[in-house]
């Protein structure tokens, strides 16, 4: 990483810029008697901390310019120098900017590389086929057709992104030249060569140059050669010819070191020893900027056009920035006019300026102005009176003519004249004490006539309306409406309230503009209503600056109208009868530079208009006012932790500013937040000035600073929005892409903590209403151990008495059901001596049947047969007694019938019968006596039971049926 240090320009303040507003010389051969100087900006090895060689410039997208400095790189931002270098020791010689890959591509003493990403070098010398390994500096970088040439005197360097070719020549290399995207190379033998891909092709026509090349410019049909020995022609493969004799004179035993043509055409011819030339080749308008006129030196190494149009200087002590297409132009100490001026004034004989020193002329097509003898002092306002020109001055009225100053009237201060059009043949005069009456003499001379009675304030600002009123703003005692007295002797003065616009001890100045009454004053600009003596809001202007302070408003001859206003400066364009139309000025930019003790804007001039200044005059051309077409931008540079000591973002250097907002996060213990800001205003020549907001933290911008970082302490948890404005050079506000800066809680204020907060909450409330729920649930489970205790013990009680009662009841049930089963046991007891008898009875009848078929008679056997059918109806009966046999035998058997039958369902009734007879345990006998049948059937009735019952071998069937 290489060390960045970066230095604060404080030199670009008030007194630096006095250093330079006056330190160039222009040498229009096609003169102009207002031609001045550009403003220039030079910057010395003191300011950037550096060595005091200069050879090479490079800008990037954003406006960033870098330079090659013999012991560095510099980079520069409008205010602030930083210094890079490879910690080789190796002078820089040459650079170019690579905005595809955003590198810096940097030729030195026998290395060359780039530099990207945070100033990260990386050389390519390592990459060199060995043959070529050795070469001395690398005076040249060209970006053609995605390749990058080092050109050297050894050979051309080409890079391609992967690998490295290089194309020599036997007889040595010169410079190289780019020309509309080629490239060409001189052999140390004259030669020139097209650099081509399959290497140097020779230039037909131009195999033998007079000299050394230093430029190269595509000229018509051919090119323009510039030769290190001062020379140039004009060549083609045909011919070859000295187009401009006017600049091969002025380069004329001067040792060119380069030559660049500018976006307008121009020419820029930087020299060894006779300083900058700017040639227009087609005015042929030649302009030379020498040290004599404060250039940090003649020796002028190399020219550089950046993207707003500036020329960059680099020379062999120092920097100059020469703001060539500024519409202003410097007058003053280039003229040999001393002290600050008031006013100008172009005649056809030359032009007069008055200063805080005297009045000085400068002759038509002179180079330098002449002071005239005898108006020592400071002078005022010039005017035409009767077709003469007119001085005000410090000891009265001076006359000026033939490029002579004659006094015409001793007294004290006078600030100007003008006529009276209401009494031809008078003019007035405003002084420090009042208003004097001039009379116009035969030969148009003005003499003075007498003081006028009746107001005694300085007059410096004085109109006379349509109906022949006078008008006097006193800067700072108000307005007043003078009435001429009809024997012209004395004056009536009413002071005109403004107490409605609070403009009472504010500075009120006044001025005539389209024939009318306007008042710049510290709360905007007013019209002035004469018949009426009302001040009002005026409606001519309908866009233009916000309200602010005026403190000049002026006409100039192409109907503009200028306004200097607190924070704007810019003029009104007449489009249409009452439209107007508002462009901002680049006057903006001296504003601070202006005269701020006698502020005078002088419209007498053929072009433009000239503004005094703390210094000689500024000549302002409208017409030469350019909108800029690159954006200004201003971009937060750096976000820097203070309390940390940490870098929480910086921008990169080389890739282009972010679209997006950036956005940061920073954690609870960053105390202090430091932003730094860049605004690239090389065409801004006061110092730059801006404001700061941070939304969130701020109700508004902070005032106007001239410092580019801005420092927040104790920012509070939170989300916070940056923005950092500044002025551009027309006054325009340039506001910078937001930075987003989210200031993250302590752990014990963020959000996970006010989460594990209500966690611990809802715990700490549950274990609370667990422990009181436990609390509640012991005293009630100690209620309820005593209450079951209790409830024990009565239970137990209860208990007793229930078990006592219920063995009571178990007592009187047994009983019962002793009771029953006796009764039901008598019952199936009876069933069974019933069944007996029948069976009996059937058998008696039987044996009586027997006996009376072998021996009764027909008689005797029908007294038998009805004895027995009485027998039979009393016994049918007896069927009645087994159905309730079976109804008692399931009573007391537990439905033991039911349970086989749905257990052996294809048991007969007989079967059934038998196992109910086997249920009571009765013999084989007693059985055969209840069946009727014999022994030997029931014994095969039990055979055939047992079989469906799938009772196996061994097993008896009695138990199974009474354990059933």
């Known amino acids: 990483m290489p060390n960045q240090n970066l230095h604060n320009l404080h030199h670009i303040t008030h007194q630096a810029f006095i250093c330079y507003f006056f330190l160039c010389s222009v040498v229009v051969l096609v003169a102009q008697p207002l031609q001045g100087i550009y403003p220039i900006q030079n910057f010395y090895p003191s300011d950037y901390k550096a060595g005091i060689q200069n050879i090479d410039f490079a800008q990037n997208r954003d406006m960033r310019l870098f330079v090659a400095n013999n012991l560095c790189v510099l980079s520069f931002n409008g205010r602030e120098w930083g210094r890079y270098n490879f910690k080789n020791g190796k002078k820089n010689r040459s650079l170019a900017f690579d905005e595809d890959h955003d590198r810096l591509y940097v030729g030195a003493q026998g290395d060359f590389g780039y530099f990207e990403g945070d100033w990260q070098y990386r050389s390519l010398a390592a990459a060199v086929?060995?043959?070529?390994?050795?070469?001395?500096?690398?005076?040249?970088?060209?970006?053609?057709?995605?390749?990058?040439?080092?050109?050297?005197?050894?050979g051309i360097y080409v890079y391609d992104g992967r690998e490295i070719r290089v194309l020599d020549h036997e007889d040595g290399l010169e410079r190289c030249f780019e020309v509309n995207n080629k490239l060409?190379?001189?052999?140390?033998?004259?030669?020139l060569f097209e650099v081509g891909s399959n290497g140097l092709n020779p230039v037909y026509g131009f195999e033998a140059l007079g000299g050394v090349l230093t430029g190269m410019i595509a000229h018509e049909q051919g090119y323009l050669l510039f030769y290190n020995s001062g020379?140039?022609?004009?060549?083609?493969?045909?011919?070859m010819e000295q187009p401009y004799p006017t600049l091969e004179k002025a380069l004329e035993g001067t040792y060119v070191n380069h030559v660049l043509q500018l976006s307008d055409r121009r020419?820029?011819?930087?020299?060894?020893?006779?300083?900058?030339?700017?040639?227009?080749?087609?005015?042929?308008?030649?302009?030379?900027?020498?040290?004599?006129?404060?250039?940090?030196?003649n020796a002028c190494l190399r020219s550089y056009q950046d993207y707003e149009g500036n020329l960059w200087v680099g020379l062999q002590n120092g920097i100059a920035l020469i703001h060539i297409n500024s519409p202003m132009r410097l007058i003053g100490k280039n003229i040999g006019l001393q002290g600050s001026g008031y006013e100008g004034y172009e005649t056809n004989e030359g032009a007069y300026f008055t200063s805080s020193s005297g009045i000085y002329f400068l002759p038509k097509g002179a180079k330098k102005s002449r002071f005239l003898s005898g108006t020592e002092g400071p002078s005022y306002g010039i005017s035409e009176v009767g077709g003469r020109l007119y001085a005000g001055h410090h000891r009265g009225l001076f006359l000026l003519e033939n490029g002579q100053a004659r006094q015409v009237a001793a007294t004290d201060g006078i600030w100007g004249v003008k006529p009276l059009r209401s009494q031809p043949g008078?003019?007035?005069?405003?002084?420090?004490?009042?208003?004097?009456?001039?009379?116009?003499?035969?030969?148009?001379?003005?003499?003075?006539?007498?003081?006028?009675k009746g107001f005694n304030l300085s007059s410096r600002f004085f109109e006379e309306d349509r109906e022949g009123r006078i008008w006097v703003s006193q800067y700072y005692k108000g307005l007043y409406r003078l009435s001429l007295s009809p024997d012209l002797t004395s004056v009536a003065a009413t002071p005109i309230s403004a107490d409605s616009l609070e403009l009472s001890g504010e500075q009120i100045a006044l001025s005539e503009v389209e024939d009318e009454l306007f008042l710049a004053t510290s709360i905007g600009l007013y019209h002035l209503d004469p018949e009426n003596a009302r001040i009002s809001a005026t409606e001519l202007f309908s866009e233009g600056p916000e309200q602010q302070p005026v403190y000049l408003v002026a006409q100039d001859q192409k109907n503009n109208i200028h306004l200097l206003c607190d924070n704007s400066v810019g003029f009104y364009e007449k489009v249409s009868q009452d439209n107007y139309q508002y462009q901002p000025s680049s006057l903006y930019q001296l504003r601070y530079h202006l005269n701020n003790d006698l502020l005078h804007a002088s419209v007498h001039i053929r072009q433009g208009i000239l503004f005094s200044a703390n210094d000689g005059f500024v000549h302002y051309m409208p017409a030469a006012e350019d909108q800029p077409t690159v954006q200004q931008p201003i971009v937060a540079r750096q976000v820097y932790s203070t309390s940390k000591d940490q870098e929480l973002y910086a921008l990169n250097p080389f890739a282009p500013a972010p679209g997006a907002p950036a956005e940061i996060q920073v954690g609870p213990g960053t105390k202090i937040i430091k932003f730094s800001i860049e605004a690239f205003q090389f065409s801004n020549l006061n110092d730059t000035k801006y404001r700061y907001i941070l939304e969130g933290f701020d109700e508004r911008f902070s005032p106007w600073t001239g410092t580019t970082s801005k420092e927040y302490t104790n920012l509070k948890p939170?989300?916070?929005?940056?923005?950092?404005?500044?002025?551009?050079?027309?006054?325009?506000?340039?506001?910078?892409?937001?930075?987003?800066?989210?200031?993250?809680?302590?752990?014990?204020?963020?959000?996970?903590?006010?989460?594990?907060y209500l966690l611990l909450g809802i715990a700490a409330l549950v274990t609370l209403f667990n422990l009181?729920?436990?609390?509640?649930?012991?005293?009630?489970?100690?209620?309820?151990?005593q209450q079951q205790l209790e409830l024990r013990k009565e239970q137990q009680k209860l208990t007793q008495i229930e078990a006592e009662k219920q063995h009571a009841v178990d007592q009187l049930q047994r009983e019962k059901v002793r009771t029953e089963l006796q009764h039901v046991s008598n019952l199936l007891a009876a069933s069974t001596m019933n069944l007996v008898v029948k069976n009996e009875f059937i058998d008696s009848i039987k044996q009586e049947l027997q006996s009376l078929k072998e021996n009764g008679r027909w008689a005797e056997a029908k007294q038998a047969l009805e004895r027995i059918v009485k027998e039979i109806d009393t016994n049918l009966k007896l069927q009645e007694d087994w159905e309730q046999f079976e109804f008692h035998f399931d009573k007391v058997h537990g439905d033991f019938l039911s349970r086989l039958q749905q257990a052996y369902p294809d048991l007969s009734p007989n079967e059934q019968k038998l196992c109910t007879l086997l249920r009571l345990n009765l013999n084989t006998k007693e059985i055969a006596n209840l069946l009727s049948i014999s022994q030997r059937g029931v014994e095969v009735a039990r055979y055939r039971l047992r079989k469906k019952l799938d009772l196996e071998k061994g097993q008896n069937l009695s138990k199974f049926i009474l354990e059933y």
């Open 267 to 297: 020419m820029a011819i930087a020299t060894q020893t006779a300083g900058l030339f700017l040639f227009n080749p087609q005015t042929q308008v030649l302009e030379h900027i020498t040290v004599d006129a404060g250039l940090a030196t």
């Open 129 to 154: 086929p060995e043959p070529h390994a050795e070469f001395d500096e690398v005076w040249d970088v060209f970006l053609i057709g995605g390749k990058t040439y080092f050109c050297t005197f050894q």
């Open 184 to 191: 060409f190379a001189q052999t140390q033998k004259g030669v």
């Open 718 to 756: 939170g989300t916070y929005t940056f923005r950092a404005q500044a002025r551009s050079n027309l006054g325009a506000t340039i506001t910078s892409q937001p930075v987003q800066v989210t200031v993250t809680p302590p752990f014990y204020l963020s959000k996970v903590a006010q989460l594990l």
């Open 772 to 785: 009181q729920r436990k609390r509640y649930q012991r005293k009630a489970h100690r209620l309820e151990q």
């Open 231 to 239: 020379q140039m022609e004009y060549r083609t493969p045909m011919k």
């Open 426 to 452: 008078y003019a007035i005069g405003g002084g420090y004490f009042g208003l004097y009456l001039f009379k116009i003499g035969p030969q148009q001379v003005l003499s003075l006539a007498h003081p006028l």
